[in-house]
T-cell receptor, first 115, second 115 residues
Framework: KAGVTQTPRYLIKTRGQQVTLSCSPI?????VSWYQQTPGQGLQFLFE???????NKGNFPGRFSGRQFSNSRSEMNVSTLELGDSALYLC??????????????FGSGTRLTVV | AQSVTQLGSHVSVSEGALVLLRCNYS??????LFWYVQYPNQGLQLLLK??????LVKGINGFEAEFKKSETSFHLTKPSAHMSDAAEYFC?????????????FGAGTTVTVRA
């Protein structure tokens, strides 16, 4: 059974650009959550999608957005990149919302560097 | 609202010695609690989880944790450290039965194992 797949693994972007990250959840999982990990702020929740609807959002500016497709794959987008957006972005999938039927499995992450 | 506090950002143990990582939680409703491990340039791997069943939870790689409501703690232990246990460990909490499914993480504890 394939795990959570995040693409790309590494990305370098310039300030002011925008970026799109992709997450393919485990087959059959319908919920996808996104987290940002930085040395200074640690692991912070970005948003959660279930059945193509954003169910929960963390405390991030509007430059951070996401969506979920009918096949449960999810993308997150960051516009007008800032140096502080450099981070490891982690995606987690779950069979249902939250702890329903087991909980979260994380991908290996996308390492974004903004220069 | 829920949160966790991990006591000690770095722990150094000798190979074969006890590993003890401390986590205290704060939650207004019964919590679900987790321990995750992260190896360099990797995502988060679930070690174990507490979901209101047995208070002593056994996980992978010989780790276990005990939920103590009176102490609001969920400390992680392993009787005998192995070199492969060198990694960063995160305690996390989410709410049981609420609509807020996000994970709130502690700041992490880095474990080094001395030969």
């Amino acid at each position: 059974k394939a795990g959570v797949t995040q693409t790309p693994r590494y990305l370098i972007k310039t300030r002011g650009q925008q970026v799109t990250l992709s997450c393919s959840p485990i087959s059959g999982h319908r919920s996808v959550s996104w987290y940002q990990q930085t040395p200074g702020q640690g692991l912070q929740f970005l948003f959660e999608y279930f059945s193509e609807t954003q169910r929960n959002k963390g405390n991030f500016p509007g430059r951070f957005s996401g969506r979920q497709f009918s096949n449960s794959r999810s993308e997150m987008n960051v516009s007008t990149l800032e140096l502080g957006d450099s981070a490891l972005y982690l995606c987690a999938s779950s069979p249902g919302q939250g702890m329903t039927r087991g909980g979260y499995t994380f991908g290996s992450g996308t390492r974004l560097t903004v220069v | 609202a829920q949160s966790v506090t991990q006591l000690g950002s770095h722990v150094s143990v000798s190979e074969g010695a006890l590993v003890l990582l401390r986590c205290n939680y704060s939650s207004s409703v019964p919590p679900y609690l987790f321990w995750y491990v992260q190896y360099p340039n990797q995502g988060l791997q679930l070690l174990l989880k507490y979901t209101s069943a047995a208070t002593l939870v056994k996980g992978i790689n010989g780790f276990e944790a005990e939920f103590k409501k009176s102490e609001t703690s969920f400390h992680l232990t392993k009787p005998s450290a192995h070199m492969s246990d060198a990694a960063e460990y995160f305690c996390a909490v989410t709410q049981n039965g609420a609509n807020d499914y996000k994970l709130s993480f502690g700041a992490g504890t880095t474990v080094t194992v001395r030969a």
